[in-house]
């Protein structure tokens, strides 16, 4: 590919489409690293002795939400909300074999 002999039409297409391309990678890293935070936040113990995964799974089996006031006032909800979806998807990609 020879761009000195391209046209300026020619050189904005593959410009646009770089730009497309990095914005892509921005979005994945940033999601990447969003995804890591989450689980090493899950590693944390919400109560000393036990672990975050642990008291979500209490939650759950009290039929605590991400919504119910008391997890909302300890700050818990979003961690709460991505063990629930995490915990969905693996369900589901067992069930479905993939």
């Known amino acids: 590919m020879n761009i000195q002999e ?5 050189l904005e297409d593959i410009k646009a489409k770089i ?11 940033k999601d990447i ?11 944390e ?3 000393e002795g036990y672990t975050n995964k642990e008291i979500f799974e209490d939650a759950l089996t009290m039929g605590l939400t991400p919504d119910d006031p008391d997890v909302i006032a300890g700050g818990y909800s979003e961690d709460f909300a991505d063990y629930i979806a995490q915990k969905e998807r693996k369900e589901s990609m067992r069930t479905t074999g993939a």
């Open 33 to 43: 690293l969003s995804k890591e935070k989450r689980m090493w936040r899950m590693e």
């Open 45 to 47: 113990q919400i109560m």
């Open 6 to 10: 391209m046209s300026n039409r020619e």
């Open 19 to 29: 730009d497309v391309e990095l914005q892509d990678r921005e979005y994945r890293v």
